[in-house]
């Protein structure tokens, strides 16, 4: 499985780049922040929605703490899509967060 830091992935959004970012966190959760432009989609929906999820594009997947992101990447990986874990989840990201309304 591939992998990124959170550092890593803060830097790639803070210098601009298009990033897809998919987090697997439950909603309670995801209130607390989540990265900015992050799409919210939880762990156990991610079977029914891959419509959802571009198969010719890069995601990084994002939980709390890289457990259920890693699950959501194997799984995906499975199906053909090209993803990378981000290690340490939520609890390693140091940049800023969106709060949902």
Same mark, same amino acid.
């Given at each position: 499985?591939? =992998?990124?830091? @959170?550092? =890593?992935?803060?830097?790639? !959004?803070? #210098? +601009?780049?298009? !990033?897809? $970012?998919? #987090?697997?966190?439950? #909603?309670?959760?995801?209130?607390? &922040?989540?990265?900015? +432009? @992050?799409?919210? $989609?939880?762990?156990?929906?991610?079977?029914?929605?891959? #419509?959802?999820? @571009?198969?010719?594009?890069?995601? %990084?997947? /994002?939980?709390?703490? &890289? &457990?259920?992101?890693?699950? @959501?990447?194997?799984?995906?990986?499975?199906? &053909? %899509?090209?993803?990378?874990?981000?290690? +340490?989840?939520?609890?390693?990201?140091?940049?800023? /967060?969106?709060?949902?309304?």
């Amino acid at each position: 499985m591939k =992998e990124i830091t @959170a550092k =890593e992935l803060g830097k790639k !959004v803070k #210098d +601009g780049e298009t !990033v897809n $970012i998919i #987090d697997v966190r439950e #909603d309670e959760e995801v209130r607390e &922040g989540k990265i900015p +432009g @992050a799409a919210h $989609i939880r762990l156990s929906e991610i079977p029914e929605r891959l #419509d959802e999820i @571009a198969k010719e594009e890069h995601h %990084y997947m /994002v939980c709390r703490s &890289g &457990g259920r992101s890693g699950k @959501a990447s194997e799984f995906l990986k499975e199906q &053909g %899509y090209d993803v990378s874990n981000m290690v +340490g989840g939520m609890l390693e990201w140091e940049e800023e /967060v969106e709060k949902e309304k």
